[in-house]
């Protein structure tokens, strides 16, 4: 369904329980539906400020120099404000008590997704700029399990070898489980792609979600692995939220939700929809408030959307 969204009106609040249970629900696992119920009545509401956008930013075109480009990327603001770093092909927050980005935001053109970038050329490597107590090394994945999941997708940036080479950072990767990075997670990243022939600028912001889970006791948990001898943390979930904008300068909005577990990639993407403010209130991060300072119409495509 599509819901209209206008200043000063913000969604009403919703079960957290709804990006848990998709993934739940999906993957068929065991916990019941009365484990999530009332999930969000039982967690604090901290009020978190609204972030503005740094400036007024225009839209990448075409032989613009990179700095601009990587400064598009920042059109409605930031999720948050904590150890912001630019690169070529993408902006970052990244967290050092997990090891991983917060988030990572990116713009995709269909002139990003194509040139001669070639990925065989392009290593997973250390981020020099983080300081070693607080980096991943790839020692820390060899044998864990898990894949160095993409945020920002390699294959988003075609369009420059130092773009791609960029994605490789271990700064943009999280653990994640390799049938969801090989299947699901990747088809979801192959929509986005496909989403530049509709629109006119799509953004996209990917990161780790560490989601509570009611345990024997009753009580509710915030629990997730850690690997290698940096303690890169395992995410529980995955987010990516989708900024779309058509020539007519109105904004959709869609927001995806799936669990770092096997899922079937033949399960619709749809089903993967939850509402943006079940990921706001787990990440910490604010979309909303940026993107309504910019557009006074804005649509929000929850499960079941046209």
Aim: aromatic share 8%; net charge positive.
């Amino acid at each position: 369904m599509r819901r209209l969204l206008c200043s000063p009106w913000l969604i009403s609040g919703v079960s957290l329980a709804v990006g848990v249970g998709v993934g739940a629900a999906l993957t068929h696992s065991s916990s019941s539906s009365s484990s999530s119920s009332g999930l969000l009545h039982r967690l604090p509401i901290i009020p978190i400020p609204t972030v503005s956008a740094k400036s007024e930013l225009t839209p990448y075109h075409q032989g613009q120099l990179t700095p601009s480009k990587s400064a598009a990327v920042m059109k409605y603001g930031f999720p948050s404000l904590s150890n912001i770093k630019s690169r070529e092909s993408y902006v970052t927050s990244y967290d050092p008590r997990c090891r991983t980005a917060a988030w990572v935001i990116e713009q995709l053109t269909p002139e990003t997704l194509s040139g001669p970038s070639d990925r065989k050329l392009c290593d997973f490597k250390e981020d020099d700029s983080v300081h070693v107590y607080h980096r991943s090394s790839n020692g820390d994945y060899r044998g864990s399990g898990f894949d160095r999941g993409h945020l920002a997708a390699a294959a988003n940036h075609k369009w420059n070898q130092k773009a791609m080479e960029d994605t490789f950072y271990l700064s943009n990767v999280a653990p994640q489980n390799p049938h969801l990075n090989q299947n699901a997670w990747n088809n979801l990243e192959k929509y986005c792609r496909s989403l530049t022939k509709q629109y006119h600028n799509v953004f996209v912001c990917s990161g780790p979600l560490y989601l509570p889970r009611q345990e024997l006791d009753g009580k509710m948990y915030v629990k997730y692995q850690v690997i290698g001898k940096n303690h890169v943390a395992v995410p529980t979930h995955f987010f990516k939220v989708v900024i779309l904008e058509n020539r007519r300068g109105e904004v959709e909005l869609r927001s995806y939700v799936m669990p770092n577990m096997p899922v079937d990639e033949k399960i619709p993407l749809e089903r993967f929809l939850v509402p943006i403010e079940s990921i706001e209130r787990a990440s910490g991060l604010l979309f909303v408030p940026n993107i309504l300072k910019k557009t006074n119409n804005l649509q929000a495509i929850t499960a079941g959307g046209q």
